[in-house]
């Protein structure tokens, strides 16, 4: 059990996250398709997880905003990186 301000801190939520980062960290490999389509996993995550902390728990957690807003910028990075012009080799 975590302290009261921050409920998430304890939870089983940080294992998923650790892979989460693991697969982002080592994403230059992968499609950008792919790492674009975890990423808006994670937003959409974030939003729930946002939606209850603020609702549900009527309750403010440094760490979890921050985590939301590390996976916000992920996502943007990894747009970017979709819709980038992939480049070609120059014979």
Same mark, same amino acid.
């Given at each position: 059990p975590g302290?009261?301000?921050?409920?998430?801190? !304890? #939870?089983?939520?940080?294992?998923? &996250?650790?892979? !989460?980062?693991?697969? *982002?960290? &080592?994403?230059?490999?992968?499609?950008?398709?792919? +790492?674009? !389509?975890?990423?808006?996993?994670?937003?959409?995550?974030?939003?729930?997880?946002?939606?209850?902390?603020?609702?549900?728990?009527?309750?403010?957690?440094? =760490?979890? =905003? #921050?985590?939301?807003?590390?996976? &916000?910028?992920? !996502? =943007?990075?990894?747009?970017?990186?979709? +819709?980038?012009?992939? *480049? +070609?080799? =120059?014979?």
């Open positions: 302290p009261p301000s921050c409920p998430f801190l !304890f #939870s089983p939520l940080p294992l998923p &996250g650790a892979v !989460f980062y693991l697969i *982002m960290l &080592g994403s230059a490999p992968l499609p950008r398709a792919l +790492t674009l !389509f975890i990423s808006s996993l994670s937003c959409a995550f974030s939003l729930y997880l946002a939606y209850v902390l603020k609702y549900v728990l009527e309750d403010f957690c440094i =760490v979890c =905003v #921050s985590s939301y807003i590390v996976n &916000g910028l992920i !996502f =943007v990075f990894a747009y970017k990186r979709f +819709t980038a012009k992939k *480049m +070609t080799k =120059v014979n």
